[in-house]
């Protein structure tokens, strides 16, 4: 293997997913040389930002070594061929552990791949390992890891968002040039927004959730965060798609999500929300976005104000229906047949209840016994019943509103990244950062963040873009047009450069 110098392995881990599949492709650079300047990334920055749980360095290097002699045989398979990406540790790697964030799954090791670990692995990608996040994918900070905070490369003191916050603080500083989230209520977008990187949940069933570890399964959905739209839509391509194992993944054609990416925006009609742009949003985030739309209006398209006006229940309503689902999905951890086990049992009660409350972090905890309450006789018509006709009024907002225009504009978050330790004691601040994007969540649709500038904090502001089911190609081409005469999507944070 060549040596990578320092001044390479900047250059290489610089560029997008399009150009490493063309330098792959055309032999500029090897698999190999591309594996080893991520991982001297890693191993230089990331003891920093905690952004990985696992780093599989054998694994990645072994495998870039396969797919090298592929190349050199003239048998280059797959479209990611080459390509290092990171998983969020939530989904089941065969082999490798898979911890979400949790001391109840710390020595968890899959005997078995999550379908979209193994659609990366048949595109040919070198996975670099796992993800950071909150502990079983709840909270919006990455605070509730079991093992470390994740920091926010554009400023160390800051939260990179959460809970797929590991993947976002990876690419941002690229320690990943692609990875795999998921948005149960916004755990893409709001870390995407937060990081300075582009992120989208697709509509809910587009990816199947197979070997993707539960946390509310009605709303539970994965996605891919790059840098650009071009390379989401580039993963999209090998994840998206129907699977039997999975019963709600949806029987829905997939498009070639790259080959609209250069439509005309010229008459698109957007929609924005007067709801999202009420008291609470951040005036430098407005301002931010304004500027933002009035790019997409300078390039023909037609700002149009719309009305949500069931959205501001969509919090209370999540904050019923996710833990509630949590609370079933969270039940199969009881030190029998998965995770940690306490020692020394007295019997059956005491095996349960001790393993569960010294394997479950205190977020987790709140949550399944929010759900258990909302869904025990006699509350579940009050709660979790009345949640999901509340929910349903939701979805209709959106169905009006897209009789009327093709996408939907607003913020990501009511504000830039916050500090550390800001919100830990105040979970209702925490929860209303997921303020606009959990009604997308509830409705089932498509919703994605894009980088489009800074507050005078220097922290990155993000879009929300939101689209009808399965419009995820008009999101990505949407989002590319506006990257094409933009470069916010390519800055790096200074201390990562
Ligand atoms: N922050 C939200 C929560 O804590 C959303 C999490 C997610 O999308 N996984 O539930």
Known sequence: MSQVDSTQTAELTQLSLKALQRGIQSSQFSVMEVTAAYLERIARFDA??????????????????????????GELKGALAGIPYALKDLFCTDGILTSCASKMLANFVAP??????????????????????????????NENSAFAPVQNPWNTDYVPGGSSGGGAAAVAARLAPMVLGTDTGGSIRQPASFCGVTGIKPTYGRVSRFGMIAFASSLDQCGPMAVSAEDCAITLNEIAGFDERDSTSAQVDVPDYTANLNDSIDGLKIGLPQEFFAEGLDQQVAAVIERAVKAFEARGAVIKEVTLPNSHLAVPVYYVVAPAECSSNLSRFDGVRFGHRCDNPQDLNDLYERSRWEGFGDEVKRRIMMGTYALSSGYYD?????????????????????????????????????????????????????????PTSLAGLPGMSFPIGFADNGLPVGMQLIGNYFEEARMLNIAHQYQQQTDWHLQTPAAFA
């Open 112 to 141: 078995y791949d999550a379908h979209v670990t193994s659609k990366l692995k048949d595109a040919g990608g070198v996975l670099l390992g796992k993800n950071n996040m909150d502990e079983f994918a709840m909270g919006s900070s």
């Open 382 to 438: 009050a709660y979790y019943l009345k949640a999901q006709q509340v929910r349903r009024l939701i979805k209709q907002d959106f169905v009006d509103v897209f009789n009327d225009v093709d996408v939907i504009m607003g913020p990501s978050a009511p504000t830039t990244a916050f500090k550390l330790g800001e919100l830990v004691d105040d979970q209702l601040a925490m929860y209303l950062a997921d303020i606009y994007t959990i």
């Open 48 to 73: 920093g930002l905690k952004s990985y749980i696992t780093v599989t360095e054998e694994q990645a290097r072994a495998q870039a070594e396969v797919i090298d002699n592929q190349i050199r045989a």
